[in-house]
């Protein structure tokens, strides 16, 4: 029997049929449940569930006490800060089964959720953005997009590497790293270099 290429803590429990990349590390009193899938060079901290059917990219970062339920995708380069919450089903009910009205939640590629923010079902967290602690989001956020607030809204844009962006007209180019990024009318932004 092959040896495993990755670390699960004594206190966590993988059930069967996970998919589970080379390099995660699976930290304390976590479950990790069939159906799911794993990337490369994960952290899950303690306590963190992940359902069945979940997808994380590679080099994701969990933090301790959140559950990421069924219907949820995360590319590569999620981070998920602590306490954060997920919803899958809009109106549930102790009472009534509505597995069938999952709805499916997209965490695009680099973007981060803050501590304890929520995360209403059935919407796109675009790539790089940011969502502050705290926060409610009940829509889909932009690629790039600062959101805060409860509901979320709009208050500015990041980098990739997460440093604030000041547009000039229509382009920016970040303080840190010195990307650059265009503005379109529609207030989509894009990285140009």
């Known amino acids: 029997m092959a040896e ?99 709805r499916r939640t997209l965490i695009k590629k680099g973007a981060s959720i803050g501590a304890n923010a929520t995360i209403v079902c059935g919407h796109d967290i675009g790539k790089y953005s940011f969502v502050g602690a705290g926060s409610v989001v009940t829509k889909n956020v932009p690629d790039y997009a600062l959101v805060y607030g409860t509901p979320a809204r709009v208050h500015g844009y990041v980098c990739e590497c997460g440093e604030a962006l000041h547009f000039a007209g229509d382009t920016a180019v970040c303080g840190a790293c010195g990307k650059k990024y265009r503005k379109n009318r529609e207030l989509e932004v894009e990285e140009i270099g």
Request: aromatic fraction near 10%.
């Open 4 to 102: 495993k290429e990755y670390f699960v803590h004594p206190s966590s429990y993988v059930d069967e049929d996970c998919s589970i990349g080379k390099g995660t590390k699976i930290w304390h009193f976590s479950h990790i449940m069939s159906g799911c899938t794993i990337g490369e060079r994960c952290n899950i901290g303690q306590n963190v569930v992940i359902s069945p059917g979940v997808k994380l990219g590679d080099g994701c970062k969990i933090q301790n006490n959140v559950s990421v339920y069924t219907g949820v995708e995360c590319e590569d380069g999620v981070f998920l800060g602590p306490s954060c919450v997920f919803t899958n089903v809009i109106n549930p009910r102790a009472f009534i089964e509505r597995k069938s009205e999952y």
